[in-house]
């Protein structure tokens, strides 16, 4: 068995002059949940598509448990659960009879077809809509049923593109739900998401891909307690004066920036990443008068996070893996290896 | 509920009672996956269920008014006329149309990538969505035969030719459906809408023309004569042959990269020219005869030989360099590819110009011998399907669906072949035709024009072919380091 669920290594897939996914490299290992993060039109359906051996690299190694998705799709397609940002549903077709289908076409048989939709059904909480036409459910439905669908073959690895994405925030909840039970088993899950906070939540580790290329691969926490693009941290400061009177001291201060006003006080930001400096930033406030009840560094959301490295990047501080140098793909026949 | 207090995946969940999945059992397992679904969604569509219930209606209506006018002479001819029109009307117009977005519909929802990702092949998706329609089309079948009883009643039936004519209808609606099946999958609306729509006008006229005739229709599928068997076997073994292409065409458009559909279509293309040819030469058929009946052969699957994309995956070479230098030498010919189709194209031209060259050198006085009309005409007919496959290289970058730009183009040119034409013989300056004469259907016009000689026609048209033939090869050889490093990558990923 490889030691990692999906293995990506320089891989590139070019549309013409488009440069879809641009030399990335990347390692999921088995067991854990990985979010897939980034912009629309960043690469991250055509690295998961890819994945899923749906379609080919122009170059690179794309593997999934260990086997190569141009030279073994059968097996990837064994071990894979897919899927997809939208799928149409069939007219005049039930849910479980779409499940049925599916899992005629998975190869199973008799009872054991019968018992495996059931199991879906209950695991998915679909039962009460079994005889409900596949293509009139509601968005959430059709999600908790294409996850269905996804699992009836008791995939290794789940591959999901932008599963909550038109969501509402109960059916959120209650995908998220799932997803959390399924990481529970030991599935690996691949999941890509615009919503950042929920994959920072349930995500062992985040993938930041931009442009074709990744850009940032560790985990929620790491990101959410870095520094802002400039090497700062921002204070929520809670002061009984008026918040006037702490954006006035802030801008009498070179090193502080008032950044909002809030209904007691203001969220402030501090040019330096040493605690030390906010120590002394505090001191010099209750010299001057401030009557401060709070100060406390504000842990940054992902979002905050994501947004900050895409500024990084465009002013070039950031460049994210390199790719190695493209040879000619005017020969286009991906490689095996 | 999923927000329960212990959820636990499928993998864990003890198995319920099955009630609920009882009625799962409707289909047997051993039905193939892509009919129980194309039936089940198939007989719940209100269009099959008009279509059934409507013949019914209108038979047993038909039938009621000719019981109780039973003492008229011809009762049973009129009868049996009825039960034609309308049963050609379902079977040949109704139910082929109901597979023209049968593919599309796929496509567009992206439910392929999710049947692909299953046991499912692109043969086995195809076969579904056609045996499916098929499938009701028998039923509409089975469901006329009592009516059929009651009408051998009224006598003067010929159960024979009666029974040969509504299973040949039959036959015919399983071809149009399909052609229907197949062309579905193009990405053009046109070329998916207008040919079912031009089959199914067609039939429709030509049911209006056999109920005019309807004796000799009749006549005909008693198949009493050697000429009626060999017209009959023939129309349906083409039938067949054009039908199984057209199936093919929307089992390749929707296969992933990794399969091969194309060598063995190629393959069969191939035998049935030759064995046609053969056919053909020992029963001493008319010599210009064998060409011509050779090219139309080849149409469909040189057409779909020039029109397919030229990526390709190494394992699809695979079972072609597994078998040495024999094997590398073979895949050039049928490797899934344009470049490989050129070469593949330019074996039949080599078949069919052996043909005519071997006609046109014979002495005038020979049973077999190919005069220069004959040979411009099908020289001409060559050349209309090469100057598209030209045009299509040199677009190449900015063509995707290149079966449908193929299309268009071969009717453009025949298109402004025509116009042109007409024009020259308006104004009668056919010599100005030669202007034109690079477009291969100017010569079909050249031909009958005053003050051109056909063999001068005949000479062009051979050399603008020698051009456009040396042109594709050119092509299919700048592409043979792709190939090579396919074949290469291939043999890597047998040593791993």
Redesign the interface.
């Known amino acids: 068995m490889s030691s990692h669920a999906i293995r990506v290594h320089n891989l590139y897939r070019y549309f ?1 002059a488009l440069k879809a996914v641009n030399g990335v490299s990347f390692e999921i290992p088995h067991g854990s949940v990985c979010g897939f993060v980034g912009a629309n039109g960043a690469g991250k359906t055509t690295t998961m598509r890819i994945l ?3 379609d ?1 690299p122009t170059l690179g190694v794309a593997e999934v448990c260990g086997y190569n998705v ?2 073994h ?1 059968e097996e990837v ?1 064994r071990l ?1 659960g ?1 899927m ?1 940002d ?8 039930t849910v ?2 779409y499940l ?3 899992a ?4 199973y ?3 054991e ?13 679909l ?1 009460p809509l ?1 005889e409900r036409f596949s293509n009139k459910l509601s968005k959430g439905n059709t999600q ?1 049923l294409g996850l269905g ?1 996804a ?1 009836l073959q ?1 995939p290794q690895v789940l591959i999901m593109d932008e599963p909550a994405a038109g969501l509402d925030p109960k059916a959120r ?2 995908l998220k ?2 997803i959390r ?2 990481a ?2 030991g ?1 690996t899950i691949f999941i890509s998401s615009h919503i950042l906070s929920e994959l920072g939540e349930m995500c062992d580790s985040l993938l930041f891909i931009n442009g074709g290329r990744i850009v940032h691969h560790g985990d929620a926490e790491s990101m959410k307690q870095s520094t802002d693009a400039a090497g700062g941290f921002l204070y929520d400061v809670q002061v009984l004066n008026s918040s006037d009177a702490l954006s006035a001291w802030c801008l009498l201060h070179p090193k502080v920036e008032f950044m909002e006003s809030r209904k007691k006080g203001g969220r402030i930001r501090i040019d330096s990443p040493h605690l030390d400096d906010a120590a002394e930033i505090l001191q010099r406030m209750v010299k001057d008068g401030l009557k401060i009840t709070e100060f406390h560094r504000e842990e940054r959301n992902l979002e905050d996070a994501f947004i900050d490295m895409l500024g990084k990047i465009e002013r070039g501080e950031l460049a994210g893996q390199k790719p190695p140098p493209m040879p000619d793909t ?8 | ?3 329960s207090d212990s ?7 003890s ?2 009672e ?1 009630s ?3 009625r ?2 409707d289909f047997p ?1 051993r039905l193939p ?1 892509m009919l ?2 194309e039936l ?3 007989l ?2 209100r269009t099959f269920v008009a279509v059934f219930l409507g013949l019914q209606l209108f038979l047993g209506l038909i039938m009621l008014i000719a019981t109780s006018a039973s003492g008229l002479n011809g009762a049973g001819e009129i009868v049996s006329r009825i039960i034609f029109l309308f049963f050609s009307l379902a079977v040949l117009f109704v139910q082929p149309l109901r597979g023209i977005n049968a593919l599309h519909a796929e496509i ?4 392929l ?8 092949n692109a043969t086995r998706i195809v076969a579904g969505k056609w045996s499916a329609i098929i499938g009701q089309t028998m039923l509409l079948f089975v469901s006329i035969i009592p009516y059929l009883i009651l009408r051998y009643f009224f006598g003067g039936m010929n159960l024979f030719a009666e029974l040969i004519a509504l299973c040949s209808i039959f036959f015919i609606s399983c071809c149009m459906t399909a052609i229907n099946v197949g062309i579905s999958g193009n990405a053009s609306i046109m070329l998916r809408g207008l040919l079912p729509l031009a089959l199914a006008i067609g039939s429709l006229l030509a049911m209006v023309v056999v109920m005019e005739d309807f004796d000799e229709f009749l006549d005909f599928f008693a198949l009493d004569r050697k000429s009626y068997i060999i017209v009959f076997f023939s129309m349906a073994g083409a039938a067949l042959y054009l039908s199984w292409f057209i199936f093919s065409l929307g089992v390749s458009t929707i296969a ?3 399969e091969n559909h194309s060598t063995r279509n190629r393959l069969l293309g191939l035998a049935v020219i030759v064995i046609s040819v053969i056919i053909m030469m020992m029963n001493q058929a008319e010599w210009f005869l064998i060409p011509i009946i050779a090219g139309l052969l080849a149409i469909p699957s040189t057409l779909i030989a020039l029109t397919e994309r030229q ?5 699809v070479t695979l079972p072609f360099t597994k078998r040495g230098a024999l094997g590398r030498l073979f895949g050039r010919f049928f490797y899934p590819c344009w470049s490989a189709g050129i070469l593949y194209t330019c074996l039949l031209l080599a078949i069919i110009y052996t043909l005519l060259l071997y006609g046109w050198f014979l002495p005038k006085t020979s049973f077999f011998y190919l005069g220069n009309e004959e040979f411009a005409i099908i020289n001409s007919l060559i050349g209309c399907m090469l100057f598209p496959a030209v045009c299509l290289l040199l677009l190449e ?1 900015h063509i995707v669906n290149r079966i449908g730009v193929f299309i268009v183009l071969l009717v453009s040119c025949f298109a402004l072949a025509s116009a042109i034409s007409a024009v020259a013989y308006d104004t009668d300056n056919q010599p100005a035709l030669w202007i034109f004469c690079w477009l291969p259907p100017i010569q079909l016009f050249m031909i009958d024009a005053r003050n051109i000689d056909e063999k001068n026609v005949m000479m062009a048209g051979i050399a603008l072919n020698v051009i456009l033939i040396v042109f594709l090869l050119i092509r299919a050889f700048m592409k043979w ?2 190939i090579r ?2 074949e290469e ?2 043999l ?2 047998e040593r ?1």
Do not use: C
């Open positions: 013409g899923a051996s749906l080919y141009v030279s799709p397609r894979i897919w997809p939208h799928f149409g549903n069939y007219e005049h077709m479980v009879e049925d289908f599916y005629r076409a998975l190869g048989k008799g009872k077809r019968r018992l495996r939709v059931q199991e879906i059904m209950e695991f998915t909480d039962v079994a908790r669908r699992l008791d909840v209650e739900s799932l039970v399924l529970q088993e599935k005017s020969a286009f026949n991906p490689p095996v290896s | 509920m999923i927000m959820p636990s995946s499928p993998t864990a969940v198995p319920a099955p609920l999945l009882d799962l059992n397992d996956t129980v679904k089940r969604q198939g719940r569509a567009k929802s992206t439910t990538d999710m049947m692909l990702l299953t046991k499912l992933p990269m990794s990526e390709m995956l190494p394992r970058k380091p792709t490093k396919a990558d291939a890597l990923m791993q």
